[in-house]
């Protein structure tokens, strides 16, 4: 019996486990949302909501106090990358300076196509789609507007239309007809299979 035993194992040992979340927690961070599926992002979620209180905690501290270093190691633990630290102190932390708790939300997103698990996406609250903010961008004219992006079937096409060469060698008003009427077929084993 599993009592009191409050994670999810994933199928991984421990090291392969603490390795996993500690890239989503900083891919989750750098880019404030993650695709992954819904046992993933259920342990993703404690794990970066206390790297947020960590982060938030030291907002707090006094000015000549160690609490900032130690605050900064702390995180350091668990995300190696420097940037992303930075990030979680100057810019995500105190947008939750008031906040209690309840840093990230999961999203259900489906099921995946070829394994067919559920899939979530990881979102740290308050970094939700913006449609203006990317519409603003286009609307101005000062930004070039991209090229339309050919479909799969354009991009067929076009593969076949340039791997065909023109038929010059004969004018259009003729055609040659000898051998057109003639079906070329193998001949069928006689008896047996």
Known sequence: MRHRVKHRKLGRVTEHRLALLRNQATALIQFERVHTTVARGKELRPFVEKLISVAKRSLNAPEKSTHHVIARRTVARDIV???????????????????QGGYTRLLRLGHR???????????????EYNPKAVTADKGDGSTPAEPKKKTLGERIRGAIGAARKPETDQPKGKVDKRGAGKKITTPRKAGGS
């Open 113 to 127: 196509r070829g394994d067919s698990a559920e899939t979530a996406q990881v979102e740290i609250v308050g970094s």
């Open 81 to 99: 990358n420097r940037d992303v630290v930075a990030k979680l102190f100057d810019e995500i932390a105190p947008r939750f300076a008031d906040r």
